[in-house]
C-alpha cells in the first residue's frame, strides 16, 4: 500500500458518456500528478497541482478533459464525451515535493464502448 | 523535454539468471526511479536513485548523473520478478512531473 487511493478502480463506460475519477493522494503531500497509460506504453503526464492549483497541463489533456483539487485535498480527473481512443488507466502520483520519490495509486483502467 | 530510453525492451531469461536493465536520459536530473509494473497495473516503487548506488536484497540500482545513465541489476531471478520495469526521471530545474521510457518487459521462466 503506497498510500494514494483511486477510485474507482476499473470503468466501462459508453462512447458519449462522462466520467469522473478521484484520487487521494498522501495526506501531507502537497503535489499530485495525473498520467495516462496505454497498452505498451510508459506512463505520460496529464496535469499536476500545487495545494489547489493547476500548475501544468500536458497537451495531451483535451478540452474534453478537466481536473480539480478542491481545498488542496483529493483530486478529480472528468473526461467527458468520451471517446474510444480514451481507453486506457489513469494514474495518479502524490510526490512530497519536486525532486523526491513519488508514490502512485493502484489506478483507473478505464474502457470506452 | 527530456528523453528516457530504455534498454532491452524485452527479456526473457530462466530462473536463476541475472540481468542488467539499462535507463539512459538526456538531460541533468533532480530524480530518478525505478518501477515495476505489476499485472494489475499498480506501480510497484524499487528505488529512487538520483544519483549513487543502492541495494535491495536481490535487486539493486546505480545512477551515474554525470554520464546520464542508471542500471537495475536483477540477481537470481525469480518467476515472480515477470512484468514491466519503468525507469523515471524528473528533469533538473523542471519542479515538474516524472518523464517515463517505455520500460523493459521481463519474463523469467521456470
Known amino acids: 500500500d503506497t498510500g494514494v487511493s483511486q477510485n474507482p478502480r476499473h470503468k466501462i463506460t459508453k462512447r458519449g458518456q462522462n466520467v469522473t475519477f478521484r484520487c487521494d493522494p498522501i495526506?501531507?503531500?502537497?503535489?499530485l500528478y495525473w498520467y495516462r497509460q496505454t497498452l505498451g506504453q510508459g506512463p505520460e503526464f496529464l496535469t499536476y497541482?500545487?495545494?489547489?492549483?493547476?500548475?501544468?497541463k500536458s497537451r495531451l489533456l483535451s478540452d474534453r478533459f478537466s481536473a480539480e483539487r478542491p481545498k488542496g485535498s483529493f483530486s478529480t480527473l472528468e473526461i467527458q464525451r468520451t471517446e474510444q481512443g480514451d481507453s486506457a488507466m489513469y494514474l495518479c502520483?502524490?510526490?512530497?515535493?519536486?525532486?523526491?520519490?513519488?508514490?502512485f495509486g493502484q489506478g483507473t483502467r478505464l474502457t470506452v464502448v | 523535454g527530456i528523453q528516457v530510453e530504455q534498454s532491452p525492451p524485452d527479456l526473457i531469461l530462466q530462473e536463476g539468471a541475472n540481468s542488467t536493465l539499462r535507463c539512459n536520459f538526456s538531460?541533468?536530473?533532480?530524480?530518478l526511479q525505478w518501477f515495476h509494473q505489476n499485472p494489475w497495473g499498480q506501480l510497484i516503487n524499487l528505488f529512487y536513485?538520483?544519483?549513487g548506488t543502492k541495494q535491495n536484497g536481490r535487486l539493486s540500482a546505480t545512477t551515474v548523473a554525470t554520464e546520464r545513465y542508471s542500471l537495475l541489476y536483477i540477481s537470481s531471478s525469480q518467476t515472480t520478478d515477470s512484468g514491466v520495469y519503468f525507469c523515471?526521471?524528473?528533469?533538473?530545474?523542471?519542479?515538474?512531473?516524472?518523464?517515463f521510457g517505455k520500460g523493459t518487459s521481463l519474463l523469467v521462466t521456470p
Open positions: 502520483a502524490s510526490p512530497e515535493g519536486s525532486g523526491t520519490e513519488a508514490f
Open positions: 495526506s501531507e503531500h502537497n503535489r
Open positions: 497541482f500545487q495545494n489547489e492549483a493547476q500548475l501544468e
Open positions: 538531460d541533468s536530473v533532480n530524480n
Open positions: 536513485i538520483p544519483s
Open positions: 523515471a526521471v524528473e528533469r533538473r530545474g523542471s519542479g515538474y512531473a516524472l518523464n
